[in-house]
């Protein structure tokens, strides 16, 4: 992978996580978080989206539920919350800006 494509990867992952932390309950589904990258300046494919938010649920930042035909809801965990406001880091993950 090159450096553009994995740093575009974790500044994905992070805006994933930043915006489930907006969200009532912590929650939203992946056309909505699709459109919300497109609406950042991420522009992302469903499958990029659902490929990080898979690799965000192996490592507990999020839950994903499938509920069939590709409509997966998508949960941050406590430990996705701590990624987003900046209290913990992951080398996946971008890190947010000192001014976050």
């Known amino acids: 992978m090159s450096n553009f494509a994995e740093a575009l990867q974790q500044h994905r992952r992070l805006a994933i996580l930043r915006h489930l932390e907006n969200c009532p309950e912590y929650t939203c589904n992946i056309s909505i978080l699709t459109d919300v990258l497109y609406s950042l300046g991420i522009p992302s494919t469903r ?4 490929t990080d ?3 965000l649920n192996e490592n507990s930042f999020v839950t994903a539920t499938d509920h069939g035909a590709g409509f997966f809801v998508v949960v941050a965990t406590g430990r996705g919350i701590e990624i987003a406001k900046n209290r ?3 080398p996946g993950i971008q ?6």
Not at 95 to 100: L, N, Q, T, W
């Open 95 to 100: 890190r947010p800006s000192a001014g976050f």
């Open 47 to 50: 499958d990029q989206t659902i």
């Open 53 to 55: 938010v898979m690799w």
């Open 88 to 90: 913990a880091t992951h």
